[in-house]
């Protein structure tokens, strides 16, 4: 039996400075964090791998040193910021790559398609893939009019994922709330607004994992069954994270789905081409909706989702007969397969070599010979004998051609 290698992993995560009190209930806070990355250690140190834990704020600088000291074997990259633009994301991926190391997960590239979602939905409805219709990117309030809407329609942050900016007011009947949801995101996200139309059928979670052979995890669908009248069946903020809220004890997951063959593979085949289309690598997740007649429509990929034992991604590879570490390790094995759009240039200078080659001594002059000596000689001995005044053949061979 092979014997596993034992990486040194340098796990990185978000922190911030200047954070500001949180809610006890809510589930996406800092402390939350900090418990699921000393979770996610502990069961990386169970397969044997030595991790270093380098938490990162905004000290880019300071993050690059610590990693050239460390000189990892792999980053497992947990850095998603729901703080700043996704910028951040995407230049802590590249970062890492241009150092020369592997990383978990994704390219920059596609953790930053994933963030913008009008250009993600762009993409895919490019590649010939269903998106919800309507799909619209509004910078102002008054862009709302001299469009003939057709609501019911969803309103997003256009930059934001993990369910922020989402809430129980998202999904709008009419132009008047239309305008003052597009008003809100303006204000509140200092971003523009995405809004797309609301399709109501049944929603699906779906995991990806591998790298260059992909898998397609167990279906996890969205139960809203238990959501009173006016809530609208949606995965807002309050439904992920803040525990007290209705939209939190009301909303449930079943993984695996109960989902028919014939829409079981539309579902599979459209979360491969998604997954691919925006360049995911390593682990992922696409939600899917379906519309009126059943016909699914991608609603967002995830190529960075939650890694928490038991949830999301971790349940579904569970219900695969994946066990929480062997996920894990499946992650890191993809991360030394060459994802496509990989920068493979190192940022930081190489190592000088031991014995470096001696600079060249001869000019690189193609009329001059190698030395001052032969250079004088050549240029001027032929002149003591050439004619006066110079015709064009000597002209040609005296005179030499400027470097």
């Known amino acids: 039996m092979k014997r596993k290698r034992v990486l040194h992993i340098a ?24 418990r699921f990355i000393r979770s ?42 729901v703080v700043h633009s996704a910028l951040y994301e995407m230049r802590v991926a590249a970062l890492v790559r241009m150092m020369g190391f592997p990383i978990t997960g994704s390219h920059a590239l596609a953790l930053g398609l994933c963030r913008y979602k009008h250009m993600a939905a762009s993409l895919l409805q490019g590649a010939g893939l269903p998106v919800p219709p309507d799909a619209r990117l509004l ?22 994922h993990a369910g922020v900016g989402l809430t129980r007011h998202s999904v709008v009947h009419s132009v008047t709330a239309l305008r003052r949801q597009v008003g809100i995101i303006l204000r509140d996200y200092h971003q523009p607004a995405t809004v797309q139309r609301f ?15 992909q898998r397609v995890l167990p279906f996890a669908e969205v139960n809203y069954a238990r959501l009173p009248p006016g809530i609208p069946p949606i995965m807002s903020y309050d439904a992920k994270w803040t525990e007290s809220s209705i939209e939190y004890k009301c909303t449930s997951v079943i ?11 539309k579902l599979t085949n459209l979360t491969v081409k998604a997954f691919r289309a925006l ?3 390593g682990y992922g997740r696409v939600d899917i909706r379906l519309d009126e007649a059943g016909e699914p429509h991608v609603l967002e990929v995830n190529c960075n989702p939650c890694l928490e034992e038991d949830v999301a991604l971790a349940r579904s590879a569970k219900a695969a007969g994946i066990a929480y570490p062997q996920l894990l390790q499946q992650i890191l094995d993809a991360a030394f397969e060459k994802p496509p759009f990989d920068t493979d240039v190192p940022m930081l200078p190489p190592p000088r070599p031991q014995n470096p080659p001696r600079p060249p001594r001869h000019s690189p002059c193609r009329r001059y010979s ?24 000597d002209r040609k061979r005296l005179i030499p051609t400027p470097c």
């Open 11 to 34: 796990l990185i995560y978000n922190t911030y400075r200047d954070a500001v009190p949180e809610a006890p209930d809510d589930r996406g806070s800092t402390n939350d964090l900090r």
């Open 40 to 81: 996610l250690a502990r069961a990386l140190r169970s397969l044997g791998h030595r991790v270093t834990v380098l938490p990162l704020a905004n000290d880019m600088l300071g993050f690059q040193r610590k990693l050239a000291r460390l000189q990892p074997d792999v980053v497992f990259n947990q850095y998603d910021d």
């Open 139 to 160: 910078e102002r309030v008054k862009d709302v009019s001299g469009v003939k809407w057709r609501f019911p329609l969803i309103v997003q942050a256009a930059k934001e």
């Open 199 to 213: 399709l109501p059928g049944r929603e699906f979670n779906i995991g990806i994992i591998g790298g260059a052979k």
């Open 255 to 265: 993984c695996p789905a109960d989902v028919a063959p014939p829409l079981a593979r």
């Open 279 to 281: 360049g995911g690598w």
């Open 370 to 393: 190698a030395s001052i000596f032969w250079q004088m000689k050549n240029a001027f001995t032929p002149m003591m004998d050439a004619r006066w005044p110079l015709t064009t053949r």
